[in-house]
């Protein structure tokens, strides 16, 4: 990386970066989300508060950035107005071995010059040969990444295991996401204007079509238990001046199924909505259930019947008896 007493420019610019973000009275939280710019995820920069800067925000903080390092004495060939965007997704890439391959190109600086003023706790670096798996090699130390701790020293990441270990996942990712399915349907013309592959083409009609019938099935469930809740209240309200109408054991399992029902249509949702974003980017929208709804029919359905069964286990006859 040091050649001829200089550095590239975006490696002195990562190392201030986190630094004069907290300075700026923000906070920086590790991999936070992902971006397909970004191999190993997002360093996201939020308020004090937890929220996340808004695109304008972040390039405002990057501009500035970059006038206080253009500022100093090592940084005055850096360039007065790079693409911004491009900087601010760079710099809020997590480290990764990958980052000089995305890295924007902002010149050279003087090592030492910026070691001097600004590179606390660095300045022990020493511009001498780096050691490579083939200079390993040469003195007689063959280098088995998975196995030999020597070629660990000189990765280039601190935790090489844990790198090995995302590399191979970003690769299985890569080979689950090459769907090689024939669609079942024509794609929609608004899904390719938002940059979404539809359901049928991820998942292919053999696995979506059983699929879609279960979450209707749990959508009548749940729009039927929704019914009862309401007919229920209806009877409370209209015949026992809102006093409950079931007793405690029968409350406690209408309770229990709701309960069951709200954490699978949560569970749900969390799965679409990981579908829906970032890699998968996928349209949903056919496996969406919604809120679970009453239906009035339904309803007025459970009451009547509960006045006829009322009615009949009572005996009461008369129009101006208590149930009617």
Not at 149 to 156: E, I, L, T
Not at 190 to 207: R, V
Request: hydrophobic share 40%; net charge negative.
């Amino acid at each position: 990386m040091i050649e001829d007493g200089a550095i590239p420019a975006w490696a002195a610019l990562r190392v201030l970066w986190r630094p004069y973000v907290t300075s700026r009275d923000y906070r920086v939280y590790d991999r936070a989300t992902t971006d397909k710019a970004a191999p190993y995820g997002v360093d996201e920069v939020r308020h004090r508060n937890g929220s996340p800067l808004s695109a304008g925000e972040l390039r405002d903080l990057v501009a500035d950035f970059l006038k206080a390092c253009r500022g100093r004495p090592w940084g005055k060939k850096l360039p007065a107005k790079p693409d911004l965007d491009a900087l601010a997704d760079f710099l809020t890439q997590s480290a990764s071995h990958f980052l000089h391959v995305t890295a924007p190109d902002l010149g050279r600086v003087d090592f030492k010059a910026w070691a001097k003023h600004d590179a606390d706790g660095l300045t022990t670096w020493k511009i001498e040969p780096a050691a490579t798996s083939a200079s390993l090699s040469k003195i007689g130390i063959p280098i088995i990444w998975a196995e030999s701790w020597v070629g660990d020293y000189f990765h280039v990441a601190e935790s090489p295991d844990l790198e090995r270990m995302n590399t191979r996942h970003i690769i299985a990712m890569m080979d689950t996401l090459a769907v090689n399915r024939q669609p079942f349907t024509y794609r929609r013309k608004e899904d390719e204007d938002d940059g979404l592959i539809p359901l049928s083409d991820f998942l292919g009609i053999e696995l979506l079509t059983p699929l879609e019938s279960a979450v209707r099935s749990y959508q009548d469930v749940a729009d039927k238990l929704a019914s009862i809740r309401a007919a229920l209240d209806a009877i409370s309200d209209r015949y026992f001046d809102g006093l409950p109408v079931l007793e405690k054991g029968q409350a406690s399992n209408l309770e229990e199924a709701e309960g069951y029902i709200s954490e699978a249509g949560e569970a749900l949702q969390e799965w679409l909505t990981r579908l829906a974003g970032y890699p998968w980017q996928v349209d949903t929208t056919t496996l969406d259930p919604g809120e679970p709804e009453a239906d009035e029919e339904t309803v007025e359905a459970i009451v009547e019947e509960w006045l006829r069964d009322t009615r009949y286990r009572t005996r009461i006859k008369d129009e101006t008896g208590l149930i009617w």
